[in-house]
Every structure is written in C-alpha cells, then in structure tokens.
C-alpha cells in the first residue's frame, strides 16, 4: 500500500534504515511470511491507540498496493512508550492470533521491545475508504473501494455455494486480491486508520452497540430502498463493515437504525470475533436519523371472497402467555398486517414458555394471543389451530415446545372438514385429493425432523364450502453451527443445510401428492423457512413441491425481498409458496419491515412479517 506523508518520510530517512518493513511482515497473503519470528527496528508512526496496544504505520512503504503499511503491536507494557505521531522504532514477535479456531488470523507483532521514539509531532492522516475525488485521482491516489459481492478467490465464485468448508484460508493463504475479493480487501488495509465519509446504518448494532456500515462515497451493490444491502445470488455484500468498540472508551449509541446516516467514522482496521471491523477513535453519532421510523402498514386487505383472501406469516420468537410483546405483536397483527384472513405463525411456545416441565399445550398462548388481538381494536375474532408437539422433539428453547400454529377469520374460512391428527399420526393425502388429518403433522417420524419444527398441513373452505385451499406451515431447522461469512472455512459452512434439503424434500413431496391429483389446487406452503430461495434446499423444495415463490409470481423487486437482518446482510428467510394456480391469479405480496427497519428498542420479533392477497377460487382455470 503505497502511503507517504512528508513528515514521516523525512523521519524516515533521518533514522537507520530498518531491518524490515511492516509491508514485509504483512507479506501479500492473509498469514504472515515472518509468523512465529522475532524481528527487530520495525519502524513506524503511531497512528492510533487502544486498551491493549497501538498500531504503527510504515515509514517506508513499497508500491505494491496488496501489503499493509500498517500493523498492531499487542501488549499494554508498550503502551507508555507510543503516542500518537510519533515515528518509533521496535523489537518484537510476528504473532498470528485468533480467538477461536473457525476465525482469521490476525497478524500482529507482540511482546514489543526497545520502543524507541525516533520523531514525534508528525501528522497522522487517515486513509480514505470509497472513490477518491477527481483531483485525488489526478494526483495518483488509487481508490480504496471495497469489492462489493465475493469474499475470497476459495469461494469458487459463490459465498452461499455448497458444500461448505471445502478450504481454509488460513491453509490455503492465498495471495491477496483486494480489487476483487472483499477480505482480501480488508486484509490489504489490516491495522490501518481509515476514514469512512458519510456512512450510513445498514443494520441496527448488536448487543455490545456494534452498527454496520456503508460509506457515502462508495460504490456498493444489493442497495435496498430503505438504504440496506440485501443478500442476492452470488452476492454477500463483503463491503458492509462492522463498527466496533471505541477505542477512546466511549460508548456507541445503541438507537441507531438501518438508514440513518451517521458523521463521518475514523477509526482501525482489524478482525476480531470473526469479522473485521473498524474500531472507531471515538462513538459514531447520527446526523440523520432514517424516516419515517416506521413502515407502512400492508395494503392488502381482505375482499372477504375466494378471490381476495389475505394471507400473512410471522415468526413471533418464542411467543409464550408470559411475554412482555405479546401485545405489541398483537397490535403489529391488527395495525401492520390488517388482520388477514389466515394466518401462518411459528414459534408459538407451549402455555408456561420455556419452562421445561412436560407441558405442551399451547392454547393458552394461542388465546393470550387472539384475546389480546382482540383487545387491540380487532374487527375478526381470531379462531386458532395447532398440533402439539413431542415434549422437546422439535428443537429451540427447552420447555419451549415451540410450533407452529394457524389463526383464522371464522367468519371468511373454515376448516375444511376438520379432524386434528395427534402429534405423532402422520398426515396423508387421500383421494380426493382430501387431507387424512386436517390438521395433521407431515411425516414427524421421519428422521429428516429430528430436533426440528414439523409442518402443519391443513385444508380450508370458505363458508360457503364451494371453494377449498390447502396449507403448509413450515419452519425449517435454524443455521446454527454455521460459520462466519468472513471466517476460515471456504466457503463459509451453511449450518443446517444438510437437515433442510432433507426437510425440503420430505415437505415438497408432500405437496407433489396434492398436486398430483388435482394440478389446479390452490395450495399455500409457508414460514420461516431459515434458507435463501437460490439455495439447495428451497431450489429442490421448488422443483420437488411443484409450487411457485410468491416473490417471483408478484414480480417483488429482487433487493426488496428481506425479512431479516444479519451482519452486513439484510436477507429473506421467510417465503411463500404458492401453487401455479394460484401464482396465475394475480396474486400480490408484501414484506412489513417492523423487525429490520426499528430500533433495538422497538424490536417485537427478530423477523419481518409477510402479506399476500390471493385468489383461491376453485374452478378457474
Ligand atoms: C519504554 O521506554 C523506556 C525508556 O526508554 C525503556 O526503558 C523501556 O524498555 C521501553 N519499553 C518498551 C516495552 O519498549
Ligand atoms: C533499540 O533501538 C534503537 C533505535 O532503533 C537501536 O539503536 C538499538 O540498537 C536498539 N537496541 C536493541 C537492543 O535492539
Ligand atoms: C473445516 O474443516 C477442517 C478440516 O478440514 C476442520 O478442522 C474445521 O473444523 C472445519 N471448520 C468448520 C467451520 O467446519
Ligand atoms: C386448553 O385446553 C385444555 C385441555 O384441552 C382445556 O381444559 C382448557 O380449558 C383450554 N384452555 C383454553 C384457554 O382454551
Ligand atoms: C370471539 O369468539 C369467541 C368464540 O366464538 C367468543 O367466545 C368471544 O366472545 C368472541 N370475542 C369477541 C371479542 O367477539
């Protein structure tokens, strides 16, 4: 990385000339050439400060643009001896550090020694991230935008491919191509003070108030209309940077929202916790906050007819009697949703939460739940239906028994002549074609669920009984277990995935049997389906079930479809499918951002919940 300010340059020569250069301690790979060895008069301008050591910036860079100028020196016995501008001289260890072994390494120098202050009172200037203005580039400056779809040269071309962990980065350490890869990029410019001009929020921060970021000046991909990057084929949105902790001590703010802009960030780059992050010199401020805060409530209400049925679908997050946002979700069903004629919720935890005491009715949550609508200003009067699991067979919290479960309008729908099956009969479908059990569990034996939701499969009638539809309520194995995106395997393990392309298949071929017997059924299969649609298991879900993704069917613009956030990515893994009857009848869909656009603050479920309005007449076509 070429970097040169006069005043260092002049420091430089002033001094011996050192043994080595901190470029050539980067060397151009992700693992240090010198890792393990002891080196000595690395010299370098402080240029930034933290709780457990500094970080130094060559003296005397290279031209080549891949090697980092810029390193930490670990330890807080040096410390005393670094302030900020001043040129040093050091003796030390080349160290490779990570926390946990599914991480990156970190190339450090530590147990420093002899730091010799060669200079002091020079000016630190932070490298500028994005596209350099017109007269920069005149002058020769390259731009430091970062890639904006693939992370390494070892993701063979695609960041969600299968099978994961096929290589390591720390193995493989291939040489760096930060022009296209995006840790490659960031490992370009490990340990150097950057800023980032006019940022913006495309995440709300975690827990410890870390925010990701896009700079205003950058040339990004995946940007959304609220001003997120969203996940797309082929593309993982590498140019999202985490915000860390500031290294002045002081605390980031943690009501900033995905949109808001924020002053401009100076701050160290480094990779900790499995990401790399900048850590700013001081707390990020807002300058504009996103409006409106809010979303706008869906515009698909019900025609109260076959041929305007609403349908939505909301992951609730462990909703239980004893939650403290059941009466928000309620009030988000009744403002957001608009009460829609059926619909689909997963993790409806069992009557006394997560308790793990043998209960695993959940009637008191479902009628928390519709009381609670109710109360809300509700103009339908929620009826419910649910299958109760296998005290803890299905996974999530212990005691939780989450599942999944229908609300309906009773006076648009019915159940279409019901029969509930037990949580261990296995639904089938009959001549007719007819459900065995409406509702009734699809196949819970099958290994395939282990640990998992089962589907609930139900068939529905409008009161008049001229026109029936079928369901399918998923919420398929979480990926937990899986590796970081910017972590060691490549490409990063999808957790789960196995367990749901197995899902995939025992769900769609269920759905194969319906349609099977009559092409033109009107079937509905939704939920959290904890996967991208361009991902194995719902491509073979799709090919397998014969449905059609309601976002393709409504023509939903590719970087509008997100129901949740994560890391830089705001992504869908909620969906519904549709058959192809009901994909031709013109039917809409919409997203209600009320989890990814909020606050931490007024966060009710992690996820976003989902509208359409379909025509599910029978004998149309
Ligand atoms: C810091 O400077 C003092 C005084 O020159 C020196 O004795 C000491 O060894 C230095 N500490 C380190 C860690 O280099
Ligand atoms: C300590 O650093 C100074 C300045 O670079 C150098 O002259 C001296 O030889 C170093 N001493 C040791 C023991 O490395
Ligand atoms: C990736 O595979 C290596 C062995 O090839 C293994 O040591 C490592 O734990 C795996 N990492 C992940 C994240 O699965
Ligand atoms: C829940 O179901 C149990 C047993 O089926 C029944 O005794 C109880 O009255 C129900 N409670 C509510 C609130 O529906
Ligand atoms: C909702 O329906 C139930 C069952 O039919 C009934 O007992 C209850 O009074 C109704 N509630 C309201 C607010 O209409």
Not at 310 to 332: C, F, K, M, R, W
Not at 577 to 593: C, D, N, R, T, W
Request: glycine share 8%; net charge negative.
């Amino acid at each position: 990385m070429k970097f040169l300010s006069l005043a260092a340059l002049s420091a430089s020569i002033a001094a011996c000339v050192s043994a080595i250069t901190i470029a050539e301690i980067n060397g151009n790979r992700f693992i240090s050439p010198y890792k393990g060895q002891t080196v000595t008069g690395v010299q370098g301008l402080v240029t930034a400060k933290g709780p457990n050591g500094f970080w130094i910036r060559s003296t005397t860079p290279d031209t080549d643009d891949v090697t980092s100028e810029s390193i930490y020196v670990y330890g807080r016995a040096g410390l005393p001896n670094a302030t900020v501008g001043n040129v040093v001289s050091l003796n030390g260890r080349v160290t490779e550090y990570r926390s946990t072994s599914t991480y990156l390494y970190l190339t450090e120098i530590d147990t420093p020694k002899n730091i010799t202050t060669l200079s002091t009172g020079n000016t630190v200037t932070p490298l500028q991230l994005g596209q350099q203005s017109l007269i920069s580039t005149l002058l020769g400056k390259t731009s430091l935008n970062p890639p904006t779809q693939q992370y390494t040269s070892l993701d063979n071309g695609d960041v969600f491919g299968l099978p994961g962990n096929t290589s390591l980065v720390s193995v493989a350490n291939p040489v760096l191509q930060p022009k296209q890869y995006g840790l490659d990029f960031w490992e370009s410019i490990n340990g150097e003070l950057v800023t980032i001009k006019n940022p913006s929020a495309i995440s709300r921060p975690n827990t410890y108030g870390e925010t990701w970021v896009i700079g205003g000046n950058w040339i990004v991909t995946g940007k959304n209309s609220r001003g997120s990057l969203t996940a797309t084929p082929r593309d993982g949105n590498p140019e999202g940077i985490i915000i860390g902790d500031p290294l002045d001590g002081t605390d980031n703010p943690k009501d900033v929202k995905l949109g808001d802009q924020l002053a401009d960030i100076t701050g160290i780059v480094t990779y900790t916790y499995g990401f790399y992050y900048v850590l700013p010199t001081t707390k990020i401020t807002i300058t504009t906050p996103k409006q409106p805060e809010f979303p706008p409530p869906t515009r698909l209400t019900s025609s109260g007819r076959c041929s305007g049925i609403t349908i939505g679908q909301y992951n609730v997050e462990n909703l239980s009697p004893q939650s403290a946002l059941l009466d928000d979700i309620a009030q988000q069903i009744v403002t957001y949703l608009k009460t829609p004629d059926l619909l689909f919720v997963q993790e409806i935890q069992d009557d006394n939460g997560a308790t793990n005491n043998g209960v695993v009715n959940a009637n008191v949550t479902l009628s928390t739940l519709t009381a609670a609508i109710n109360a809300a200003g509700s103009k339908v009067n929620y009826s419910y239906v649910d299958i109760d699991p296998v005290n803890n067979q299905d996974g999530g919290q212990p005691g939780g028994n989450i599942r999944v479960a229908y609300l309906y309008n009773p006076a648009v729908i019915r159940p279409h002549n019901p029969n509930p099956g037990s949580s261990t009969d296995a639904n089938e479908v009959l001549p007719g074609p007819e459900l065995k059990y409406n509702p009734g569990r699809i196949d819970p034996a099958n290994p395939a669920w282990v640990d998992s939701r089962k589907p609930l499969a139900a068939a529905w009638e409008t009161l008049d009984g001229k026109n029936k539809f079928f369901t399918v309520n998923v919420h398929w194995i979480a990926k937990l277990g899986g590796s970081s995106i910017q972590g060691d395997a490549r490409p990063p393990t999808n957790g789960g995935v196995d367990e749901r392309h197995l899902q995939a298949q025992v769900t769609g071929n269920f759905i194969a049997q319906i349609l099977a017997q009559d092409r033109n059924a009107a079937v509905i299969a939704a939920g959290d389906y904890n996967e991208f649609s361009w991902v194995e298991p719902l491509q073979t879900f799709a090919s397998v079930s014969g449905l059609k993704d309601l976002d393709d069917a409504t023509l939903t613009p590719p970087l509008e479809r997100y129901t949740y956030t994560f890391g830089a990515n705001t992504e869908q893994l909620d969906h519904m499918y549709v058959s192809p009857k009901v994909a031709l009848l013109l039917p809409q869909f919409e997203h209600v951002h009320v989890s990814s656009w909020v606050t931490d603050a007024d966060v009710v479920s992690d996820h976003d919940p989902s509208v359409a309005k379909l025509n599910v007449c029978a004998g149309l076509l």
